[in-house]
T-cell receptor, first 111, second 113 residues
Framework: ELKVEQNPLFLSMQEGKNYTIYCNYS?????LYWYRQDPGKSLESLFV?????AVKQEGRLMASLDTKARLSTLHITAAVHDLSATYFC???????????FGPGTRLSVLP | KAGVTQTPRYLIKTRGQQVTLSCSPI?????VSWYQQTPGQGLQFLFE???????NKGNFPGRFSGRQFSNSRSEMNVSTLELGDSALYLC????????????FGPGTRLTVT
């Protein structure tokens, strides 16, 4: 059974600081997803990582994937308050199989 | 292009009742997936439909069912509601050209009293 873990589960950081969220998964996969969810809202797709070594960046967020280590990271650079949200990673082992989500990392960026 | 729409957005039901939720995917998308989100269990996959066929099913009791119509719109039904069914139900659609992408709707907030 595929398991997806994230750490930390809660993260409080100051504006301007850098930090990394980690996502580990238990079964070989070459597709990893990062989503953002604001309180009471739906999921917003941030990144889709499709192959080993993939790196994608959007603004202050950068995601990477190491399929051999079964690890993805979401790096936050110079955090701002607007980044406060819950971040989920999700894995799909094969096409036609369902997505399995991690528990989410609740990020609070304090002024 | 319009996004994924879900109706109703909010719903209050009584234990033992049944409920039907609706999802309209993005135009041209033929795959629709349903998820349940609760504070305790997180995001859990319910089922996926593609071209009116259930392609995948999560680990939920038979009280949870769904279907997809020829226009790709999907409904999910929960019978004999329990308090634990209170959740945000999210629908996502995927295009055939990029099946690894999922676009989520705003969700239906179901409260069972």
């Amino acid at each position: 059974e595929l398991k997806v873990e994230q750490n930390p589960l809660f993260l409080s950081m100051q504006e301007g600081k850098n930090y990394t969220i980690y996502c580990n998964y238990s079964t070989t996969s070459d597709r990893l997803y990062w989503y953002r969810q604001d309180p009471g809202k739906s999921l917003e797709s941030l990144f889709v990582l499709l192959s080993n070594g993939a790196v994608k960046q959007e603004g202050r967020l950068m995601a990477s994937l190491d399929t051999k280590a079964r690890l993805s990271t979401l790096h936050i650079t110079a955090a701002v308050h607007d980044l406060s949200a819950t971040y989920f990673c999700a894995v799909r082992v094969h096409y036609g199989q369902n997505f399995v989500f991690g528990p989410g990392t609740r990020l609070s960026v304090l002024p | 292009k319009a996004g994924v729409t879900q109706t109703p957005r909010y719903l209050i039901k009584t234990r033992g009742q049944q409920v039907t939720l609706s999802c309209s995917p993005i135009s041209g998308h033929r795959s629709v997936s349903w998820y349940q989100q609760t504070p305790g269990q997180g995001l859990q996959f319910l089922f996926e439909y593609f071209s009116e066929t259930q392609r995948n099913k999560g680990n939920f009791p038979g009280r949870f069912s769904g279907r997809q119509f020829s226009n790709s719109r999907s409904e999910m039904n929960v019978s004999t509601l329990e308090l634990g069914d209170s959740a945000l139900y999210l629908c996502a659609s995927s295009p055939a050209s990029q099946p690894y992408e999922q676009y989520f709707g705003p969700g239906t907030r179901l409260t069972v009293t």
